[in-house]
Structure formats: structure tokens, C-alpha cells
């Protein structure tokens, strides 16, 4: 069983990092790097910056993986984004974290601004029955990749991310530490979700369902058909991150995840 601890910690933030590392670098490979993606490494700070969607998404444009004894990396890092977004934001998990590194953030003029709950669990190859009508297709080919990048936006009621979500899911069905699955309903799209996987960890990323297919399972099942995958390519653990409370968050521990702690947002206003 695994038992949650700092270096385990690590291990779940350091996997959020490189996935939005893996998504940076796959929409700066677009020709002409369209959205201003970029990301670097100071230390143990990782910082991520899509400057053209930065006011959509901090998501895409903030620093990871810092804690106490990082403060001249994380300067840098800060300094990176501070060049190209005009809103910083910077995660901060307890398990790396002391009251004298909370001083120095607000110190810098930092001040929490949400919470992000991070879920962990072992890697189980465990196939489940699909609902009835419902079919789970990971996406290898351009026509199923523009139906799931047509869900994205919609699934998560974020019109504002139509053609970001098409540039991002074009560019990372291809990539082999990605897999993108999309889910239909009697034949027809009705959700989808993405996976990453590198150094033993599945990452459970995005994942949504259209509202007039919400409430027949496909949430559970996309979330089942990524664990088990993730755990024949070899990961032994499973990690994601939701919001506190959210209905991600129910799903994922009704599957198994425990939660491994609760991570603050940090932010210097604009």
C-alpha cells in the first residue's frame, strides 16, 4: 500500500510538471509556436508559460516544484513569467513547504488564491464492463482528435477555449507519452479525457462529458480505462489533481485515489 510521504510528494507534483511540460513543448512544435508556449527549468522550479492563452488558463502559466531552499531559483522562475504574463501564479504543496517560505512568497507580494486537492494511487490493470451503449476509443487518427477537441470546450463550458483545445489536442494524440480517448454514446461523441505517462506515473488529465450525456457513467469509465492502461504500460502509480470538492474529485476517490493533500495557489496581482 502505498503510504503518502515526501518523497512520494515529489513524485506526484514533479508528474504534473512534466506533463505541462509535455504540453508546452507539443504546442511550441506547432509551426510558428502560435500560442507563445515555452517552459524552463530553474533548480527544482519549473516554469510554464503559454502567453497567448494566459488570460484563459493559469493552468498553462505558473511555477512548480518549488519550496524551502529554492528561493533564488524560484526568483528566476517568477522573473521568467513575470516577462510574459502579467499575472503570476506559483503552487506551493504543504509537504514542500515551511512557515518561513510562506513568509518570503508574501513577502514578494504573493497571496493565496485557491486550492488544488492532489489524489494518488497504485497503478491496477483492472478491466471493468462498459454501460450500456457506451464505447471508449483512444483517438489515432485526425477526424476522432477534432470530435474530442470539439467536446473540450463544451464539456467544460469554457467557449473561450475552442481553438485552444483544438491546437492542444492535435498536437498530442501523436506523442507517445500521451494517450487521448474519446467516448460515444450510442455511437455518438459525448466525452472525452487524456492521459500521461512518464517515469512509472500516469497522470489523469482532462476529462469531461457533454451535459446531454452526463449522469451514464462515462466519467467512471474513462477515468477506469486510463488507470488500467496506464498500469499495462507500466506505471506503477496514478496521480491527478482537481478542485476541492468538485465532482473529479468523488469520482476519482469512489475509484480508489486517496487524497494525498491539499496544495495552495499563489498569486501576485497583475
Partial sequence: MLVLNRPLAHRIEAAEAATYQSIQQALAEIPGNPWGAEWRQFGQAVALSVRHFASHSTLSNRVMCAGPGDEEDLARAIA??????????????????NPAFLDHLQGLGFRIGGFQVALFGEARAERHALPTGVEIRRVESDADAAQVAAIYPVGFDLPAWEDYSRDQIHALWRRPEWRVYLALVDGQPAGM?????????????????LPAFRGRGIQTALIRQRMADAAEAGCDLIVTQTGNGTISQNN????GLRIGYTKAEFYRPA
Fill in 193 to 209: 479525457a487524456t492521459l500521461h505517462m512518464a517515469n512509472g506515473v500516469g497522470c489523469l488529465e482532462s476529462a469531461c462529458t
Fill in 252 to 255: 476519482m476517490e469512489r475509484l
Fill in 80 to 97: 521568467f513569467l513575470a516577462e510574459r504574463i502579467t499575472r503570476v501564479r506559483v503552487d506551493i504543496s504543504p509537504l514542500h513547504s
